[in-house]
């Protein structure tokens, strides 16, 4: 099994280099979604532990913001270089936790190994600035500098790679961290420790700690050493630390919810966009903050899109993760299921039509099969509320100015994605979107290179670019006078 087998599968916080239990003992289980059955256990933790966290982080932080930009840079690329050997065993231990495919759940360690390269080579240039002064026996120099300890909360729908973005820029900038992984998937999660412990990070540079959510939390938020909280997740989470964390004015970066629109012109290659559709919608079974929840489709190419997506759809592979050849696995959990019951119910009492899907698959458990709705109109609850499963609600419209306004028509700002062959209008509607991230004839457009994140009540700050270590500095503005010049 390889529960006994992998090396990473840890069933343990990691304080100060330490692998240890809850002060109290108790634990929480981990289910694998695809069977149902129990993977293992980690610690039932709460502030007491995430406090020594916090101070195991803070203690580090004193040494590891002197050492220089090349070895940390050097110990980054050692990480990434450990990744990447044990790609397929990381893989194994995300599929059995989360239930994506083993084939997404490659890709997604890939991706955390590439955004730890990104990141080692960004930390070598936090650049400051010398500026011209005012002054002539003085000058003007801004530097930046390490926030400190960070702290970075993480959700269950990409367990590796949503860490990969917070703890790289941060060791790559010298600062320390406290990580809290989600309790679906944290294994994934502490892996992270003992990836880091492998390749030589010293002790207290990575702490995790499990547990419970809101305690841990609220210790990372009112704690004054925590100069920073990193946080992907759901809008609801995100605005309560937000709150919380206002008390000892830390600075905050959030990735929040989604409710991508998809938009597909007339005037579109609609072959390239059913390709992209089936990319941006079930990707991880429809879980991601960036799939699309509201396909809209002009008038004229209407019905066609919805035969060959639903044609496209009915082609996918369901099954267990681990399985050869499948495309999409288990929803995460049975709530999970029950909201896309719901969302599926109202629409279908509004007038929605179901073309493919519309129900539990046959596999059981968690496991639902890919739908399409047509006829969606406005009313229904997908057009302000995030499906997260895999779900493709299909509007019709008229017109650009229509469309532009319906899809702005929601608190969230995350992604969004449209189909044009006309270069006028992807400029215009481009600039048009209220959104973070814009993907013009492209379903899938995540890469550490760009600036991800949203806007409006998607979160505040990117991360990826170079944009990404930003937050995890602190500019200084130095004046140096009596120069006697
Ligand atoms: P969630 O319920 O907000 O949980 C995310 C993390 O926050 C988990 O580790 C959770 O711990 C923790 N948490 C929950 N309550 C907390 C509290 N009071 N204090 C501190 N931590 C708390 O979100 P989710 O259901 O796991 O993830 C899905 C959401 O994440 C969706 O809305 C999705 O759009 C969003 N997301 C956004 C991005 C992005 O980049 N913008 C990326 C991926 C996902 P427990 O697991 O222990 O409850």
Not at 44 to 72: C, M, N, P, Q, Y
Not at 182 to 209: D, R
Not at 307 to 331: N, R, V
Request: proline share 4%; glycine share 10%; net charge negative.
């Amino acid at each position: 099994m390889l529960q006994k087998s992998s090396p990473f599968m840890k069933q343990a916080n990691l304080i100060n280099g330490e692998w240890v239990q809850a002060d109290s003992g108790a634990t929480l289980d981990v289910i694998n979604p695809a069977n149902g059955q129990k993977i293992g256990t980690v610690p039932k933790s709460g502030a007491a532990e995430t406090r020594r966290a916090i101070e195991a982080a803070d203690a580090a932080f004193k040494l590891w913001r002197k050492t220089s930009v090349l070895e940390r840079h050097k110990l980054l690329r050692k990480l990434h270089d450990a990744i990447m050997d044990n790609q397929q065993s990381l893989a194994e231990l995300l599929t059995m936790e989360q239930g994506k495919s083993l084939f997404e759940a490659k890709g997604e360690v890939g991706a955390s190994a590439a955004y730890v390269l990104w990141f080692a080579e960004e930390g070598r240039r936090t650049y400051g600035d010398v500026v011209p002064s005012p002054w002539a026996d003085r000058r003007i120099m801004v530097t930046k500098e390490p926030v400190g300890v960070i702290a970075a909360i993480t959700p269950w729908n990409f367990p590796s790679s949503m860490l990969a973005r917070k703890i790289a820029p941060a060791l790559a900038a010298g600062c320390t961290a406290v990580v809290k992984p989600a309790a679906q998937t944290p294994y994934s999660g502490l892996a992270w420790g003992a990836l880091c412990e492998e390749v030589g990070f010293p002790k207290g540079a990575v702490n995790i700690v499990t547990g419970a959510a809101s305690e841990i939390g609220d210790e990372i938020c009112s704690n004054p050493l925590v100069r920073k909280i990193t946080f992907t997740g759901s809008t609801e989470v995100g605005k309560i630390l937000i709150q919380k964390s206002a008390a000892t004015v830390k600075k905050v970066s959030m990735e929040l919810g989604g409710n991508a629109p998809f938009i597909v012109f007339d005037d579109a290659d609609i072959d390239r966009a059913v390709q992209g559709a089936m990319l941006a919608k079930y990707r991880n079974s429809g879980q991601t903050c960036v799939c699309t929840n509201r396909f809209f489709v002009q008038a004229k190419v209407y019905d066609s899109f919805v035969e060959k997506l639903a044609a496209a759809t009915l082609k996918l592979k369901i099954g267990s993760g681990m399985d050869e050849g499948t495309e999409q696995g288990p929803l995460i959990d049975e709530k999970a299921v029950e909201k896309v019951e719901e969302l599926i119910e109202d629409a279908r009492a509004k007038g929605g039509k179901i073309i493919t899907g519309g129900k539990r698959h046959a596999l059981g458990g968690s496991f639902y099969e890919p739908t399409v709705i047509s006829e969606a109109t406005p009313d229904m609850r997908f057009m302000k509320e995030e499906i997260f499963g895999p779900v493709a609600p299909v509007f019709r419209f008229e017109t650009e100015e229509e469309v532009v306004q319906l899809a702005n028509d929601t608190e969230f700002g995350l992604a969004c994605y449209f189909y044009t062959g006309n270069l006028g209008r992807a400029y215009r509607v481009m600039e048009g979107l209220k959104y973070g991230m814009v993907g013009i004839n492209e379903g899938l457009i995540t890469t550490p290179e760009a600036p991800f994140g949203g806007v409006k009540e998607s979160g505040l700050g990117k991360e990826g670019g170079h944009q990404g270590i930003e937050d995890y500095l602190d500019t200084k503005y130095v004046c140096i006078g009596g120069l006697g010049l």
